[in-house]
């Protein structure tokens, strides 16, 4: 079992950052996947970004690259979402999760998920 925890969601104007972070708790941290997917209002669950067990890969989604980073450091059990460039579309609750691989991009390939935070960005 891994329990997730997000952090630094807020409000933020656009064109502005924010910084969310997961803490992981539980078993092994290091040997999971690990996303960031976001859902708003009336709109399904979608993927934002991943990053493998090593750090090594990285994937995102086209609405974000460029602007969005994804990063863990699996010494503190945590991993990173580094947002710049936020847009009003941007607005939504970020969900953090764990599982085997960061290559597949869909919700039900991760076992794990914190509650979520609230990012919210004013046009």
């Known amino acids: 079992q891994v329990h997730l925890v997000e952090s630094g969601g807020g409000l933020v104007q656009a064109g502005g950052s924010l910084r969310l972070s997961c803490a992981a708790s539980?078993?092994?941290?290091?040997?999971?996947?690990m996303g960031w997917f976001r859902q708003a209002p009336g709109k399904e669950r979608e993927f934002v970004a991943s990053i493998s067990w090593s750090a090594r890969d990285t994937y995102y989604a086209n609405s974000v690259k460029g602007r969005f980073t994804i990063s863990r450091d699996n010494a503190k059990n945590t991993a990173y979402l580094q947002m710049n460039s936020l847009k009003p579309e941007d607005t939504a609750v970020y969900y953090c999760?764990?599982?085997?691989?960061?290559?597949?991009?869909?919700?039900?390939?991760?076992?794990?998920w914190g509650q979520g935070t609230q990012v919210t960005v004013s046009s």
């Open positions: 539980g078993r092994t941290f290091s040997s999971y996947g």
């Open positions: 999760a764990a599982g085997p691989s960061a290559y597949y991009r869909e919700p039900r390939f991760f076992n794990y």
